[in-house]
């Protein structure tokens, strides 16, 4: 039915995709969403401070996390742990991961 005065461009020609293609475009979006939210339900732990378990790391297996000047309070601010008590190991280093996934 048209209505006097009105016209709409075709469906066609015109990009516009119809109603259940828009409502699949956002329901897959909507999934998507939901799926990532899901997927990082394992409890990462925000940085407020670490423990000191976490940074109990043996010197052999640290995994560097700075650079050649970094300060404690610089590594710190990254979230990382300092120890400048072992020579020639990375002094600042990434903590112990404490991760609890559910599933």
């Known amino acids: 039915m048209a209505i006097k005065g009105l016209s709409l461009p075709p469906r066609a020609s015109s990009g516009y995709r119809s109603l259940p293609a828009a409502m699949e475009t956002r329901a897959f979006w909507i999934t998507l969403l939901l799926v990532l ?5 394992c409890k990462a732990q925000e940085f407020v401070g670490l423990s000191p378990s976490q940074c ?3 010197a052999n297996v640290r995994v560097d996390c700075g650079y050649p000047t970094v300060t404690s309070e610089q590594c710190n601010n990254r979230g990382c742990c300092f120890d400048s008590s072992i ?16 599933f």
């Open 56 to 58: 109990m790391v043996p």
């Open 87 to 102: 020579p020639n190991v990375p002094w600042c280093f990434k903590p112990l991961q404490e991760t609890e996934c559910t």
């Open 37 to 41: 939210v899901a997927g990082s339900s």
